[in-house]
């Protein structure tokens, strides 16, 4: 017996924001063409999966950083 697997499974990870709740989880970013770039509709928060060193500029994540222990004076 061979194990099922779908022929045409979605290569694309579905992707979520940390900041957002929707629904009961974090919610859904929607995947930008030209790119592996993901985008929250809410929070504008960005993420791009195949580039590690990419930092997002979006608020929430300004604010996490400005917080941060570096950066405390
Ligand atoms: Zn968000
Ligand atoms: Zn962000």
């Known amino acids: 017996m061979t ?14 924001c940390p900041y957002c709740i929707e629904g009961g989880g974090f919610k859904v970013m929607i995947g930008q063409g030209g790119g592996d770039w993901y985008m929250c509709a809410r929070c504008g928060h960005l993420t791009l999966p195949t580039d590690p060193v990419f930092e997002c ?6 604010e996490r950083k400005n917080r941060s222990p570096e950066t405390r004076r």
């Open 3 to 16: 194990a099922l697997e779908a022929p045409h499974k979605p290569r694309k990870p579905v992707m979520r």
């Open 57 to 62: 500029t979006c608020a929430k994540c300004a």
